[in-house]
T-cell receptor
Framework: DAGITQSPRYKITETGRQVTLMCHQT?????MFWYRQDLGHGLRLIYY???????DKGEVPDGYVVSRSKTENFPLTLESATRSQTSVYFC??????????????FGQGTRLTVV | DAKTTQPPSMDCAEGRAANLPCNHS???????VYWYRQIHSQGPQYIIH???NNETNEMASLIITEDRKSSTLILPHATLRDTAVYYC????????????FGQGTTLQVKP
């Protein structure tokens, strides 16, 4: 199906474990983004990517690692999960034209709980 | 940090127009004004965007001032389902594609 999908939708993990959140888009959009949204707060940009093999830090990158070997995938890894990383994670994608970005499309989110 | 300023909350009566203001005084010439909304815990949803001219689509209208330092999103006939957090963002190729959300405006549509 066309679109942007995140997996898993829900994840419970223990402190100190490594966990990877997946994001896949079918539009071949050049830009992809990862956000976290803590309960009752706004979205904060973790990392973004302008194209395959090009990534850059956002507002809150510490404790996270990303990679983008293929245009359609943008996994987010928490190398050693902490309770403060309990949050809802959203992935988004957007195409960049010569005159600017197109609208961004968001996934349905992954609710991560670190115990 | 987000470069836009929005009121934290607004109320609107059902069936009336909702006018949501946004200040983007540091917007650069190649940045667009984008509006998104987030209903409850869903992913944000695109509403509309514009560069200089006013824009209208099936969801809303966007009015941008001539100096581009502020804009207003208009929902012409608000319904209860329009209750959401609305985000105004200035975004363009000039900021290397980084899409930063501010705190947004929580719009409560009341019966």
């Amino acid at each position: 199906d066309a679109g942007i999908t995140q997996s898993p939708r829900y994840k419970i993990t223990e402190t100190g474990r490594q966990v990877t959140l997946m994001c896949h888009q079918t539009w071949s959009h050049s830009y992809m983004f990862w956000y976290r949204q803590d309960l009752g707060h706004g979205l904060r940009l973790i990392y973004y990517s302008a194209a395959a093999d090009i990534t850059d830090k956002g507002e809150v990158p510490d404790g996270y690692v990303v990679s983008r070997s293929k245009t359609e995938n943008f996994p987010l890894t928490l190398e050693s999960a902490t309770r403060s990383q309990t949050s809802v994670y959203f992935c988004a994608s957007s195409h960049q034209t010569g005159t600017g970005p197109t609208e961004a499309f968001f996934g349905q989110g992954t609710r991560l709980t670190v115990v | 940090d987000a470069k836009t300023t929005q009121p934290p909350s607004m109320d609107c009566a059902e069936g009336r127009a909702a006018n949501l203001p946004c200040n983007h005084s540091t917007i650069s010439g190649n940045e667009y004004v984008y509006w998104y909304r987030q209903i409850h815990s869903q992913g944000p949803q695109y509403i509309i965007h514009g560069l200089k001219n006013n824009e209208t689509n099936e969801m809303a209208s966007l009015i941008i001032t001539e100096d581009r330092k502020s804009s207003t999103l208009i929902l012409p006939h608000a319904t209860l389902r329009d209750t959401a957090v609305y985000y105004c963002i200035d975004w363009g190729s000039g900021n290397t594609g980084k899409l930063i959300f501010g705190q947004g405006t929580t719009l409560q549509v009341k019966p």
